[in-house]
């Protein structure tokens, strides 16, 4: 069974830093492309931040210079380093885990793509 399960939320000021983990079991390897995602109150579930499984990173331009995604040695984990928090960091963080394979040459592609249950980050002063 997959599963995802993220740590590290909490209550911080403005300013301050937070590190998410995201361990995961299961069928979730280093051949897995993993992200962060975020949904605050009444908003849609937002990218953050993302690591293929090459190594490849993409943040969106809202955490840019401030957010880090790494993947652990095993691969099969990452992490979320946020620095410089602000009140609009504020949101429910998942994980996500997603491979795209073919099982022939000629077959449509078939996506694997998994969540977690989410950790809150909450930026207050």
């Known amino acids: 069974q997959v599963q995802l399960v993220e740590s590290g939320g909490g209550l911080v000021q403005p300013g301050g830093s937070l590190r998410l983990s995201c361990a995961t079991s299961?069928?979730?390897?280093?051949?897995?492309?993993m992200g962060w995602y975020r949904q605050a109150p009444g908003k849609q579930r937002e990218v953050v931040a993302t690591i293929t499984s090459h190594g490849s990173t993409k943040y969106a331009d809202a955490v840019k210079g401030r957010f880090t995604i790494s993947r652990g040695s095993a691969k099969n984990t990452v992490y979320l380093q946020m620095n410089g928090l602000k009140f609009e960091d504020t949101a429910v963080y998942y994980c996500?885990?997603?491979?795209?394979?073919?099982?022939?040459?000629?077959?449509?592609?078939?996506?694997?793509?998994?969540w977690g249950q989410g950790t809150q980050v909450t930026v207050s002063s």
């Open positions: 299961g069928s979730i390897n280093s051949n897995y492309d």
């Open positions: 996500n885990a997603e491979r795209i394979t073919y099982s022939c040459i000629e077959c449509p592609p078939v996506r694997n793509d998994y």
